[in-house]
């Protein structure tokens, strides 16, 4: 039996599903069979990112309505063997599946694989209670602004009413604007959000290039923002992995590492 | 006067305890209090200074039969009422009796309600609101809104471990944080109304605010 992790955020835009892509990839990587689920239904994404847009043949609202079997919509990784996405439909909206449809989908694959990803869509109606319904845990995104910050907040409020346990991944984080006080740092959105902290992703210009080639930034080691997702994908294994400095050279950020401890 | 006892006074470690029956009359209670302080308790109430608390059982009274109890054992200088308190549900709700202790991070889109004084252990955060008809006391950082005596009392106050909010409102006062409340400095600060405006002050001088008579022991 694997374990389901939805990937939400509340605000759009921040790499909800670019962590999905990322970290499901990460962890196919370390040798796990994992199967993401696109649940921004009229809106899909995650086979973009992926590079599968053109594998797809039925969706998730195909299967919740019963016309394929949840096996025959998922779709097969190009480069894992061991990968898997269960795409969303573009024609239909959120309301075409309800909570328990996904809810039953998701224990279906747990069978099957070790990590479900669950890649949420912005917002907090419909579509949020869908892609939580089946989920064990929760993976928190936000980026270092105020905005993002709040919705991040909105979000884990909603997800401690539902016991689900949450942690939290800062993305797109710049470290010279943190430097110079322009940017909210590290410290400060856990002070705020005080859930535990499971990595920092750094901002990268080859994320949006390969999120382009549809090829996840994991795959291209020379990226720092791989790194970091892959030890993300490490953590969610239990291991412990220090926090990567934000710039090349260490030390400033060593007093992060405490948070690992929890996390 | 009746054979039945409707007050039943205590002598406790600091003071006396006068247990007043909630069935009866209030005027009765008032006649048998003036008539044992006057008479049958005369040595007993004589001598140095002692304080009172009143405890009415299960009775609701307004402000208005409250200072008559005061005023009648007023009357016996040497005691010095410290309490009147009332075990009535709805008393217990409305009065300051009622000090509601919670344990919550109160996050964005979440509101807390509460009739009478609030303390909460944790943070408010930006988004988050609390409300109350009495005093909001934070132990953490308040960074959301904050709604003190939201029934009209005035009197109410705000104060935080951190004080930060989006925006507080005392009464019908509503007043956002300029830039020189932020203090910078770790000390614990509260915010009141003066003459209908806003005014933020260290929590160390809330007791000049205030001006509760306090009662400390071993002085």
Redesign the interface.
């Known amino acids: 039996m694997g374990e389901a992790i939805v990937v939400t955020s509340g605000k759009g835009g921040v790499g909800k599903t670019t962590t999905s892509a990322n970290l499901g990839t990460a962890l196919a990587l370390l040798g796990k069979k994992v199967c993401m689920v696109d649940t921004d239904i009229g809106l899909r994404n995650l086979d973009v990112v992926m590079g599968l847009e053109n594998r797809i043949i039925y969706d998730l609202v195909d299967v919740a309505q019963g016309r394929c079997r949840l096996q025959q919509a998922l779709v097969k990784d190009k480069r894992f063997d061991e990968l898997y996405m269960l795409p969303a439909a573009q024609t239909k909206d959120k309301h075409d599946v309800t909570p328990e449809q996904v809810k039953d989908m998701v224990m279906e694959l747990k069978k099957d694989h070790d990590y479900v990803i669950i890649d949420c869509p912005a917002g907090i109606e419909q579509g949020f209670r869908n892609a939580v319904a089946g989920a064990d845990r929760a993976i928190i995104v936000t980026t270092p602004e ?1 905005a993002a910050v ?2 991040a ?2 979000v ?3 997800l ?1 009413q539902s016991q689900l346990p949450s942690k939290l991944i800062i993305n797109r984080i710049r470290a010279n604007m943190v430097k110079s006080g322009e940017m909210l740092d590290v410290e400060d959105i856990c ?4 859930i535990d902290l499971l990595g920092i992703v750094p901002d990268d210009e080859k994320v949006i290039k390969s999120a382009n080639a549809g090829e996840p930034t994991v795959m291209n080691p020379s990226s720092r923002a791989a790194i970091a997702y892959r030890n993300i994908a490490r953590r969610i294994l239990g291991d412990m992995v220090p926090l990567m400095p934000l710039e090349e050279k260490s030390g400033v950020f060593s007093r992060f590492r405490k948070f690992l401890g929890i996390g | 006067m009746a054979d039945k006892q409707y007050i039943t006074i205590k002598g406790v470690k600091d003071g006396l305890v006068f247990l007043l029956d909630d069935r009866c009359e209030f005027s009765a209670l008032l006649d048998e209090l003036r008539y044992k302080l006057e008479n049958t308790h005369q040595q007993l109430l004589s001598g140095p200074l002692v304080h009172v608390q009143v405890k009415l059982g299960n009775r609701r009274v307004n402000e208005d039969e409250k200072e008559r109890l005061r005023a009648v054992i007023r009357q016996q200088g040497n005691l010095l009422v410290q309490s009147i308190e009332s075990e009535h549900p709805a008393e217990m709700a409305a009065g300051r009796l009622a000090l509601k202790v919670m344990t919550a991070i109160v996050r964005s889109g979440q509101t807390v309600e509460h009739e009478g004084d609030l303390l909460l252990l944790g943070d408010v955060n930006p988004g988050g609101a609390l409300r109350c008809t009495g005093n909001i006391y934070v132990l953490g950082a308040l960074r959301g809104m904050a709604h003190a005596g939201c029934d009209g009392d005035e009197k109410a106050v705000i104060a935080a471990s951190l004080l930060r909010p989006t925006q507080l409102r005392i009464a019908g006062v509503i007043s956002r944080p300029p830039e020189e409340w932020i203090s910078g400095d770790a000390a614990m600060e509260y915010a009141f109304l003066q003459d209908g405006v806003m005014k933020v002050d260290k929590t160390t001088q809330l007791h000049r605010l205030r001006k509760e008579s306090v009662f400390f022991k071993g002085v």
Not at chain 1, 191 to 194: D, V
């Open positions: 105020n709040r919705d907040d909105r884990i409020g909603l401690e002070n705020i959000l005080a």
